[in-house]
């Protein structure tokens, strides 16, 4: 079946950027997203890419997708303290043009240090 | 400004003692899901409603059950909780089940069984 990919750690300095990184395995996932998730809350949605753009960039946010390698990565620039959470990976089964459910990776955890 | 609203954060139950767990929506979405994240994992799916047509996913346990009144309203019974269903349990909904619409989630609520 589907699966996502990602390393469960990462770490960097205030004001660094940061880059996680994801595989995935369906090559006929549409759309593919990035969600956040701090201590104790739900998760919320911070981006995502349709599968015919190589990359998508909103404010310290840039998504680039390389369709080919199904390599999918978020880049957080000037990452500061309030970024440290969860970022989960995530893509949409597609059955033949009838969309199935969101496949999560497993997470990373993303420190930031002062 | 909360979109979907999950009560209440953190429940506490006794073993095998029914429990709901509620979420309501403001955003007149068509699409209601359910998921349950154990410690240090990705979300898994329960099961979801697209309107009022209910969806199990194959492998949720029988003991989980849902209800969805009205469009705004879903609810996540649980018949006769385990330790084992311990666990932070996340309402999300969608405009409908296309790929192109994400999935928004809430808070969550962190069930606990004593």
């Known amino acids: 079946g589907e699966d996502v990919e990602q390393s469960l750690f990462l770490s960097v300095r205030e004001g660094d950027s940061s880059v996680i990184n994801c595989t995935y395995t369906d090559s006929s996932s549409t759309y593919l997203y990035w969600y956040k998730q701090e201590p104790g809350a739900g998760l919320q949605l911070l981006t995502y890419?349709?599968?015919?753009?190589d990359m998508k960039q909103d404010q310290r946010l840039t998504v680039l997708l390389n369709k080919k390698d199904k390599h999918l990565s978020l880049r957080i620039a000037d990452t500061q303290t309030g970024d440290s959470a969860i970022y989960f990976c995530?893509?949409?089964?597609?059955?033949?043009?009838?969309?199935?459910?969101?496949?999560f990776g497993k997470g990373t955890k993303l420190s930031v240090k002062p | 400004d909360a979109m979907v609203i999950q009560n209440p954060r953190y429940q506490v139950t006794q073993f095998g003692k029914p429990v709901t767990l509620s979420c309501s929506q403001t955003?007149?979405?068509?699409?209601m899901y359910w998921y349950q994240q154990k410690s240090s994992q990705a979300p898994k799916l329960l099961f979801h409603y697209y309107d009022k047509d209910f969806n199990n996913e194959a492998d949720t346990p029988d003991n989980f059950q849902s209800r969805r009144p009205n469009t705004s309203f879903c609810f996540l019974d649980i018949r006769s909780p385990g330790l084992g269903d311990a666990a932070m349990y996340l309402c999300a909904t969608s405009m409908d089940r296309s790929h192109n619409q994400p999935q928004h989630f809430g808070d969550g609520t962190r069930l606990s069984i004593l």
């Open positions: 890419i349709f599968s015919n753009m």
């Open positions: 995530a893509e949409r089964e597609n059955y033949g043009g009838s969309q199935g459910n969101l496949i």
């Open positions: 955003l007149n979405h068509n699409v």
